[in-house]
């Protein structure tokens, strides 16, 4: 079963999180990269039996791989009206100007 994992880290934190996730990405797939190494060649039930693993191994892999693009999605948009969202924080943090003079 799958479930989500909800954490959260400063928007300035998202890059370096996903490449944290990324680089364990690259030593997975490196490892099941040296398991079709090792493989290849071997009798045929064997050879069944691991690339099924292998299968499995990167199934996982790919939600991984799924997961870490929609967190950089969702960073670039954030950060695409991270502008207008600090614009609109000012907005509201200052009290209105009075610019109407009193007769």
């Known amino acids: 079963m799958r479930v989500n994992i909800t954490y959260s880290v400063d928007l300035d934190e998202v890059p370096n999180e996903v490449s944290r996730i990324l680089e364990e990405c690259e ?3 490196r490892a099941i990269h040296g398991q079709l190494d090792q493989t290849i060649g071997k009798e045929p039930l064997y050879v069944i ?3 099924d693993d292998v299968r499995i ?3 996982k892999l790919d939600l991984k791989l799924g997961d870490s693009m929609e967190i950089l999605s969702g960073y670039v948009a954030t950060a695409a009206n991270r502008p207008a969202m600090e614009q609109a ?3 509201q943090a200052s009290p ?3 610019d109407h003079e009193e007769i």
């Open 27 to 29: 030593q997975i797939f």
């Open 49 to 51: 039996d691991q690339l």
């Open 57 to 59: 191994r990167l199934g």
């Open 89 to 91: 924080s000012l907005q």
């Open 96 to 98: 209105p100007v009075d």
